[in-house]
């Protein structure tokens, strides 16, 4: 009797897990806009990810071209979003100083409407606060007819004075569903 009731605990703890990190991912873009609301960060078009806004003053007007760093690009979708979503470039060289700009594509693989937010993340995390977007999809919601795509930009530019050891960049973004739910009928 007893070991019918510890495995009816443990799937009682396992399902509210579950429903737990289920509600989660779908409060993860709300959460993310709050917490760069309240941080000050992406409240700008001259920003980077999860980096303060910079002013087009402090942007550098020449390279350092006896330095490279290459930054990768990877994109995802969170838990079945139905859109094609990639960048066109997988990786490029940049020098410090110079400003670049890269494009992902995106479609809606479906025949509804629908939002989608991007959600950055970057390695490693030396590069973070040197590493600026001074334009990027990701500032705003993007939407989509019913099967159509869209190339979407980022201009971004590495600080000068990036750490001499960091060499790549990887520059990440997890696609979100973020259409407006209808509200239930009844």
Request: proline letters at 6%.
């Amino acid at each position: 009797m007893t070991e019918k009731k510890s495995h009816r605990k443990i799937f009682m703890i396992g399902g509210i897990v579950v429903a737990i990190m289920f509600g989660f991912s779908f409060a993860m873009v709300p959460l993310y806009s709050m917490l760069c609301k309240a941080a000050g960060l992406n409240t700008s078009i001259a920003n980077g990810a999860l980096t303060t806004p910079i002013a087009a003053a402090q942007i550098a007007k020449e390279a350092d071209m006896s330095r490279e760093i290459t930054v990768q690009f990877t994109a995802t979708n969170h838990m079945g979003m139905p859109w094609d979503f990639y960048p066109r470039t997988k990786s490029m060289v940049v020098h410090p100083g110079e400003k670049a700009k890269v494009y992902f594509y995106a479609k809606n693989m479906t025949d509804k409407v629908m939002v989608a937010q991007a959600i950055p993340g970057m390695t490693p995390p030396e590069a973070i606060g040197h590493f600026h977007k001074i334009e990027c999809f990701c500032f705003r919601q993007q939407t989509l007819k019913g099967y159509e795509s869209k190339d979407m930009a980022i201009v971004f530019q590495i600080d000068k004075d990036i750490p001499k050891d960091v060499h790549v960049i990887t520059l990440a973004y997890t696609l979100f569903d973020a259409t407006p739910k209808e509200p239930r009928k009844g």
